[in-house]
């Protein structure tokens, strides 16, 4: 995660309207080339659920210690492709030794975690790179049963289209 080329005043934003945030974002992002000019590289997701509680962490509207906060729905902006990664795989695959958050001089960006940096089990200290890697030519072109296979398997689970991602969970509830 590097914020080095945004600076986050430039965007308009005001608490407890994440639908006007977003829509904000959106045409921002567009105009100043982070995303494709008309924004058809962007999607709006509105999340929410039957009982309309949708639980979010360090949300500054919190008035617990831990940021939690319980909003009836809760709206973010997204790009077109998705990473899938079974958690047991990548609970064992995935290693972070923090070195994207820190500058060029070795300083922290943000402080870290309390605890350790995560290595996988077979010893890699750094993959973070391989699982936010987004390329169109890497995503699946079709859902078949090698790809639902492929998420239990492949240490980097598989890559799937926006268009894709409902599809990929029924298949996994079907």
């Known amino acids: 995660m590097t914020t080095s080329h945004?600076?986050?005043?430039?965007?308009?934003?005001?608490?407890?309207?994440?639908?006007?945030?977003?829509?904000?974002?959106?045409?921002?992002?567009?105009?100043?080339?982070?995303?494709?000019?008309?924004?058809?590289?962007?999607?709006?997701?509105?999340i929410s659920n039957e009982k309309k509680q949708v639980p979010l962490?360090?949300?500054k509207a919190s008035k617990r210690a831990d940021g939690i906060i319980l909003w009836d729905y809760h709206v973010i902006c997204i790009q077109r492709f998705f990473r899938i990664?079974?958690?047991?795989?990548?609970?064992?695959?995935?290693?972070?030794?923090?070195?994207?958050?820190?500058?060029s001089n070795g300083n922290w960006?943000?402080?870290?975690?309390?605890?350790?940096?995560?290595?996988?089990?077979?010893?890699?200290?750094?993959?973070?790179?391989?699982?936010?890697?987004?390329?169109?030519?890497?995503?699946?072109?079709?859902?078949?049963d090698d790809t639902i296979s492929a998420v239990f398997t492949h240490k980097y689970g598989v890559l799937v289209s926006e268009s894709q991602l409902e599809d990929f969970f029924s298949l996994l509830s079907g």
């Not at 407890?16 to 494709?36: P, R, S």
């Not at 990664?85 to 500058?103: C, E, G, I, Y």
């Not at 870290?112 to 993959?127: T, W």
């Open 57 to 59: 962490w360090n949300q």
């Open 85 to 103: 990664v079974h958690a047991p795989t990548f609970l064992q695959s995935f290693a972070s030794d923090r070195r994207h958050m820190k500058n």
């Open 6 to 46: 945004l600076d986050i005043s430039q965007f308009d934003h005001t608490p407890f309207y994440c639908e006007e945030n977003v829509y904000m974002l959106c045409k921002k992002l567009g105009m100043i080339g982070m995303a494709d000019a008309d924004g058809s590289d962007l999607f709006a997701v509105f």
């Open 109 to 144: 960006i943000a402080p870290p975690p309390a605890h350790d940096p995560i290595v996988a089990d077979d010893g890699s200290l750094y993959n973070l790179d391989e699982y936010i890697r987004m390329n169109a030519v890497d995503a699946v072109t079709q859902l078949q």
